[in-house]
């Protein structure tokens, strides 16, 4: 079965397998700066099961200068996209790009010492399935 992604703008959007091996949940600084999150959720697939259906030319990939650590996003409206692995055999997908909820065999939390102390907070804190109903000051 096929899943689709794409970014918030809808510039680029992308054909994957639902067939992702692992997702980590990485709460290492760079993965937190990366994402402007408190962790970032990434999949990993093999190379020859994504494929671009629109905007691939709208992908700008930064790379950390001296470690080889990357994001890819959509140049107009910044939403974090797959992109090749060093060794061009996978792609990273970053979860939030899904469109369709991803079927994982296998889910890790690492770097987890790194978290932030609040993490274990918000795992406790109450859940509303929108905005809640009181003012914001």
């Given at each position: 079965?096929?899943?689709?992604?794409?970014?918030?703008c809808?510039?680029?959007?992308?054909?994957?397998?639902?067939?992702?091996?692992?997702?980590?949940?990485?709460?290492?600084?760079?993965?937190r700066?990366?994402?402007?999150?408190?962790?970032?959720?990434?999949?990993?697939?093999?190379?020859n099961?994504?494929?671009?259906?629109?905007?691939?030319?709208?992908?700008?990939?930064?790379?950390?200068?001296?470690?080889?650590?990357?994001?890819?996003?959509?140049?107009?409206?910044?939403?974090?996209?797959?992109?090749?692995?060093?060794?061009?055999?996978?792609?990273?997908?970053?979860?939030?790009?899904?469109d369709?909820?991803?079927?994982?065999?296998?889910?890790?939390?690492?770097?987890?010492?790194?978290?932030?102390?609040?993490?274990?907070?918000?795992?406790?804190?109450?859940?509303?399935?929108?905005?809640?109903?009181?003012?914001?000051?």
């Open positions: 079965m096929k899943i689709s992604g794409s970014c918030l809808g510039a680029v959007s992308f054909r994957v397998d639902n067939r992702f091996k692992n997702m980590y949940a990485c709460f290492c600084q760079q993965c700066k990366i994402s402007g999150s408190s962790f970032a959720s990434n999949l990993f697939i093999d190379a099961y994504l494929e671009w259906l629109s905007g691939e030319n709208k992908l700008e990939k930064f790379t950390v200068p001296g470690r080889g650590f990357n994001k890819a996003f959509c140049k107009k409206c910044g939403t974090g996209m797959p992109f090749k692995t060093s060794d061009a055999k996978q792609y990273l997908v970053p979860a939030g790009c899904l369709q909820d991803p079927e994982v065999e296998k889910i890790e939390q690492i770097f987890y010492k790194e978290k932030y102390s609040l993490e274990d907070a918000r795992l406790q804190a109450p859940t509303y399935d929108k905005f809640p109903h009181k003012e914001v000051k």
